[in-house]
């Protein structure tokens, strides 16, 4: 099973920058085929220890909340995790983790607060961005297009189909118009 170097080392190496939002099904495949095991073992609470110090914490929450987006691509399993990357995101803001690791990196202790359906870790995602990442506005502007969508929907619209929930009117009409890329385009201005 792989350990929190492991998945450290993939993802802050060998993908990196570059890698981390450019997707695709190669992607999707290595990350499944290199890291589910160690997934379900998070799934199932098995590596709740990882969530002990800076780069075990990073790595669960990588592991929990970067990993299935990949790896369960348009399915219900890639939100399966967002708690448990939520809560260990949470504990490691408190204990001040996530200011020992550099920037590009810090971003991903704040991204389960930004892929959260409430308000309150919405509100956390763009203080923190902004608190705390102020050099890099790109990821600010994400968590504000994060937030404005539960502002205006309670939910992420784009994951209601893997999820098994219709659309709102409004909802489809957002879809259709362009969803996540049309809002960014549209906040940016």
């Given at each position: 099973?792989?350990?929190?170097?492991?998945?450290?080392?993939?993802?802050l190496?060998?993908?990196?920058?570059?890698?981390?939002?450019?997707?695709?099904?190669?992607?999707?495949?290595?990350?499944?085929?290199?890291?589910?095991?160690?997934?379900?073992?998070?799934?199932?609470?098995?590596?709740?220890?990882?969530?002990?110090?800076?780069?075990?914490?990073?790595?669960?929450?990588?592991?929990?909340?970067?990993?299935?987006?990949?790896?369960?691509?348009?399915?219900?399993?890639?939100?399966?995790?967002?708690?448990l990357?939520?809560?260990?995101?949470?504990?490691?803001?408190?204990?001040?983790?996530?200011?020992?690791?550099?920037?590009?990196?810090?971003?991903?202790?704040y991204?389960?607060?930004?892929?959260?359906?409430h308000?309150?870790?919405?509100?956390?995602?763009?203080?923190?961005?902004?608190?705390?990442?102020?050099?890099?506005?790109?990821?600010?502007?994400?968590?504000r297009?994060?937030?404005?969508?539960?502002?205006?929907?309670?939910r992420?619209?784009?994951?209601?189909?893997?999820?098994?929930?219709?659309?709102?009117?409004?909802?489809?009409?957002?879809?259709?118009?362009?969803?996540?890329?049309?809002?960014?385009?549209?906040?940016?201005?």
């Amino acid at each position: 099973m792989s350990s929190p170097e492991d998945v450290l080392d993939y993802w802050l190496g060998a993908i990196g920058p570059e890698g981390w939002y450019a997707g695709g099904a190669a992607l999707d495949v290595d990350i499944r085929e290199r890291f589910e095991d160690v997934w379900r073992a998070a799934l199932g609470g098995g590596l709740d220890h990882w969530v002990a110090g800076p780069g075990p914490g990073l790595a669960f929450i990588v592991l929990t909340d970067q990993f299935p987006r990949n790896m369960f691509r348009d399915r219900a399993e890639a939100f399966a995790t967002d708690a448990l990357a939520l809560e260990a995101a949470k504990v490691a803001v408190a204990q001040g983790w996530d200011m020992v690791a550099p920037e590009p990196e810090r971003q991903f202790f704040y991204m389960p607060f930004e892929h959260s359906e409430h308000a309150a870790d919405q509100e956390a995602a763009v203080a923190l961005m902004a608190e705390r990442m102020p050099e890099n506005p790109g990821n600010l502007l994400h968590a504000r297009v994060h937030q404005e969508m539960i502002r205006r929907f309670g939910r992420f619209p784009a994951r209601n189909a893997a999820l098994g929930r219709v659309n709102t009117p409004e909802e489809a009409a957002f879809l259709a118009e362009g969803g996540y890329g049309a809002l960014v385009r549209a906040l940016q201005n």
